[in-house]
Nanobody
């Protein structure tokens, strides 16, 4: 059973920073891609989740244009953990942030962590 647990969310003022973590546990051989998605409050369906960032096992990273220059993704393969470093946060970054991995031919999702950007 593969489990993903996100943490690090919370309430932050505009311009603030947060670091989200995604810890992966269970029976996996390797993790190809580690991704972050987010779902804004007005988006109710899973398919409306917005892709935010990806880190591959080969060391390639990418972030969405909407967060470029403010968010970065990293991963620690020794800990099977992905991180999303968020800075200069804006109210429109408010969302539930989800981690997704592609491993051994399957996709796995975490349960999400809430990030609220408000003064």
């Amino acid at each position: 059973q593969v489990q993903l647990v996100e943490s690090g969310g919370g309430l932050v003022q505009p311009g603030g920073s947060l670091i989200l973590s995604c810890a992966v546990s269970g029976s996996i051989l390797s993790i190809d891609r580690m991704n972050w998605f987010r779902q804004a409050p007005e988006k109710q369906r899973e398919w409306e989740r917005e892709w935010v960032a990806t880190a591959t096992s080969g060391g390639t990273t990418a972030v969405a244009d909407s967060v470029k220059g403010r968010f970065t993704i990293s991963r620690d393969d020794a800990k099977n953990t992905a991180y999303l470093h968020m800075s200069s946060l804006k109210p429109e970054d408010t969302a539930v942030y989800y981690c997704r991995i592609f491993s051994d031919g399957n996709y796995y999702w975490g349960q999400g962590t809430q990030v609220t950007v408000s003064s």
